[in-house]
């Protein structure tokens, strides 16, 4: 990576044409090493808005596009799956001559990241993929995936969405997804309004489309694969993506080096159950409503382990004391034996 390309200046936003001439939007911000943020399902790169100012008050230089299908990206009745997805990437890529990137995926968006970089991710292009409550390798229940969910939940959101997109738009964020349906939770309002109004903004047939998309791929061989090309993955589950303990187990039968604990009970949630580690302690700065932006403690926490090159810390983070470790050895340790911390207590 050169000096010149990591100084190289963001365009502030645009729109890119594919090869089949779907519009695709982008914002573009800062200098210094990129930092590529790929949203979840049916939302748009607004998600991303805190994490982006973040780190580009850190010196990053900070992208995110809005999927095909959703937010201002074109409506598009066709290519909405994961192939699709990651030439569209590959494409804003070159147009933007990104090299030596950063690629964080949440939900859908860890999906379309395995996939770009399983099939794009050579040249220099990528230097980490960041997976967070991520779909890989496979949502759906099958007879190599058991601990997957049934297709019956997945047949539900599209008939909620065919049925009235406007209301189910507004149930998901006032329920699950920010836990906002627990016994206690505080619901903010704005939190709620911006996932409906970022849903609303995208088109139905493409939102109906990457249902498939999302739930069914198999990224099997993109999990096989993630350290072929030299790339470190790091991936958290999470219950709104499958059971904590089809991934655990899994995790413990192919050997993989990072732990996997206690999952989120929503899915945009922080990595530490301490209070000073959920995104109001670790970013003081931002608004209410901004720290409860998807996933702002978990990306921070991951991309630290990223830029330090300590990818053989348990993750996520804990701070519990006792929390049980998939790998082997103690509680709270990695498999080499190291102390898990949480990586903004310190803990």
């Known amino acids: 990576m050169t000096e010149a390309s990591h100084a190289k200046a ?4 645009g729109t890119i044409a594919t090869n089949d001439g779907t519009q695709i939007y982008y914002k573009d911000w800062g200098t210094g090493q990129p930092v590529v943020f790929h949203h979840g399902w049916p939302l748009s790169s607004d998600d ?26 074109s409506q598009t009745d066709t290519g909405n799956e994961m192939d699709t997805y990651a030439a569209d990437v590959t494409a804003l890529v070159a147009h933007l001559d990104l090299k030596n990137a950063i690629h964080v995926g949440h939900s859908t968006g860890g999906g379309e990241v395995a996939r770009y970089v399983a099939q794009y991710g050579s040249g220099g292009r990528v230097a980490k993929a ?20 049934p297709i019956e939940v997945f047949d539900g959101f599209r008939s909620a969405l065919t049925t009235n997109r406007a209301q189910f738009f507004r149930d998901v964020p006032a329920g699950p997804f920010y836990g906002f349906n627990r016994p206690g939770a505080t619901v903010s309002e704005g939190v709620v309004d911006n996932w409906w109004r970022q849903g609303m903004m995208g088109g139905a047939k493409a939102h109906y489309d990457c249902i498939k ?22 991936r958290r589950p999470d219950r709104a993506d499958r059971g904590f303990g089809a991934a655990r187990d899994q995790a413990a039968q192919e050997g993989r080096a990072q732990s996997l604990q206690g999952p989120s009970a929503r899915h945009g ?11 109001p302690g670790f ?7 901004a720290r409860k932006a998807p996933a702002i403690a978990r990306v921070l926490c991951s991309l630290e382990l990223v830029r ?3 990818l053989r810390l348990s993750w996520p983070p804990s701070c519990s004391a006792g929390t049980r470790s998939a790998g082997r050895g103690r509680a709270g340790t990695s498999r080499r034996g190291r102390r898990s911390r949480c990586l903004s207590c310190r803990r």
Request: hydrophobic share 30%; proline share 9%; net charge positive.
């Open 10 to 13: 963001g365009s502030g936003s």
């Open 48 to 73: 991303w808005d805190a994490q982006m100012l973040f780190f580009l008050s850190k010196g990053y230089r900070v992208i995110a596009h809005d999927r095909r299908g959703h937010g201002r990206s």
């Open 130 to 149: 960041v997976l967070i409550g991520a779909v890989p390798p496979i949502m759906l229940k099958t007879a190599a995936n058991p601990g997957g969910l």
């Open 213 to 234: 998309a999302f739930s069914e791929t198999d990224f099997t061989e993109e999990e096989d694969r993630r350290t072929g090309a030299g790339h470190a993955w790091r």
């Open 269 to 279: 949630d922080d990595p530490c159950g301490r209070p000073q580690c959920r995104p």
């Open 283 to 289: 970013l003081p700065g931002l608004s209410p409503s």
């Open 308 to 310: 330090s090159g300590r």
